[in-house]
């Protein structure tokens, strides 16, 4: 009687397991993760200029997690510009820089890189900062940035690189971690969505395209495809009910989408409907890319298209230098996770929304209300179009207003503490970029060093008209 227990007790963990290869295929997230740490660590020591050592150690291990991060081994060719992976072993990839376009991974079939560019130069000289970095004097913000860098024992890491606080248009504080300053280059992760969101903006503007218009997707002209009805709004606001999970376990089918896919918007507009259009707030960067490849479109031109027009309307004119925009194989810009800037060009980002998307000359980019638009809050959520808000009713939203994260304020947001928060009724601008760990990737000491912001800048706030 044991034995055929013991028999059928085996059966079925045989079962569960098959089972679970067969639905989870912790082959294909292993290769996600071997992706993953390919992109990130050419991008890191290509784009950025950082040691891999660290970037593996500091970027790429925690987030596939222990043990298995110890099983990411990767190997520089920096002669050919590229990085290759293996995890456990077994799972390889291999990503490749192109100068001005950044990293992108390649596969088999991966179409030829676009010929190699210069990046926009260092920004002008404005009075928006002086050549090295700004030191307080006030000692409540000082302590407030202390708090924001400091590591405590058995708390999560930040690990926090750079922070950046601007003030009626000039920096008034900002911090290094080691090994950076000024003009490091920092990945952005999801603060990419924001910049979506701008060159969607700029094609408004210029009339090419309408939020209320259906995308048009070519994976959705059959006849009676629901999806057909999917509005670029519906993207944006992360209410198109396509079920693109994004779960950051590598068992999603957004890190398919990210590290396994030369066309990740076409992969990302073959999933069906999960919920009807409209419904449900479901955050998902496969929304992102689909808006992304549909800009490209609009734009023409492929990768080159793309960095051209972002240079002629948003870049140079919001004066965005040093600023990397990564593009997927099939030449589309992954705006949903991958743009590199240095700190201050974050933080003059920061400053285009806070003066309605009119540039420092006075030249309007953004269309006239966008920016109100983009922070209304979505179905009630924390979010906007592109962006996180305080708007609407949300628990999370009441917490950061009560401690002291202004009504008004927003924020661009990404996956480890990546954020450009903005406060026009302050006339501030505050951007922190780190590596942190979860649960809330250090948002509370961010909102604990705006609300010391406003106190030591208290009655310092000038009238917008006066400054563009």
């Not at 660290?54 to 991060?69: C, D, H, N, S, Y």
């Not at 409907?273 to 449900?280: M, T």
Request: aromatic share 10%; net charge negative; charged share 20%.
């Amino acid at each position: 009687m044991m034995k055929r227990v013991m028999v059928v007790t085996g059966v079925g963990l045989l079962v569960v397991v098959v089972a679970f290869i067969a639905i989870r295929r912790p082959g294909r997230a292993a290769l996600v993760g071997a992706g993953m740490a390919a992109h990130n660590l050419c991008s890191a020591t290509f784009v950025a200029g950082l040691d891999p050592d660290a970037t593996l150690q500091e970027l790429v291990r925690p987030v596939i997690g222990e043990p298995l991060g110890r099983f990411v081994h990767y190997r520089i060719d920096r002669a050919d510009q590229s990085v290759e992976t293996t995890f456990l072993g077994v799972f390889h990839a291999h990503a490749h820089f192109t100068p001005g376009y950044g990293c992108r991974m390649v596969f088999a079939d991966t179409p030829p890189a676009p010929a190699p560019r210069a990046l926009l130069p260092a920004e002008v000289s404005d009075g928006f900062a002086p050549a090295g970095p700004v030191m307080s004097t006030d000692p409540s913000l000082n302590t407030a940035l202390d708090h924001v860098f400091d590591e405590h024992p058995g708390e999560p890491i930040k690990d926090v690189k750079a922070v950046v606080i601007v003030k009626n248009g000039h920096v008034i504080a900002e911090r290094y971690a080691p090994g950076f300053g000024v003009n490091t280059p920092l990945l952005s992760y999801s603060v990419a969505k924001s910049f979506t969101n701008a060159l969607l903006g700029v094609l408004v503007r210029q009339g090419r395209l309408r939020v209320d218009q259906p995308v048009g997707a070519p994976e959705w002209q059959r006849t009676g495809d629901s999806r057909a009805h999917i509005t670029i709004e519906d993207l944006l606001r992360m209410r198109s009910g396509l079920d693109i999970e994004e779960s950051d376990s590598g068992f999603d089918p957004v890190g398919r989408m990210e590290f396994l896919h030369d066309d990740m918007a076409g992969y990302a507009a073959q999933q069906p409907l999960r919920v009807p259009i409209g419904s449900e707030w479901d955050y998902t960067s496969g929304n992102t890319l689909i808006i992304d490849r549909l800009m490209g479109q609009t734009v023409g031109g492929g990768a080159k298209g793309m960095r051209d027009f972002a240079e002629e309307e948003l870049l140079e004119p919001a004066h965005l230098s040093n600023l990397t925009m990564e593009f997927d194989g099939s030449g589309v810009f992954f705006g949903s996770s991958y743009v590199y800037a240095p700190a201050r060009t974050y933080a003059r980002f920061g400053e285009l929304y806070l003066h309605d998307g009119v540039a420092p000359n006075g030249q309007r980019i953004l269309p006239e209300g966008w920016v109100a638009w983009s922070r209304r809050s979505t179905l009630g959520t924390p979010y906007g179009a592109g962006f996180w808000t305080n708007d609407g009713p949300s628990r999370v939203a009441a917490w950061r207003v009560a401690h002291g994260f202004p009504k008004d304020g927003f924020f661009a947001s990404g996956f480890l503490g990546q954020r450009i928060y903005i406060v026009p009724s302050e006339q501030l601008v505050v951007v922190r970029f780190g590596y942190s760990r979860p649960p809330d990737f250090g948002i509370e000491d961010d909102v604990a060093l705006i609300a010391a912001a406003i106190h030591a800048t208290h009655g310092q706030v000038k009238d917008v008209a006066t400054q563009r």
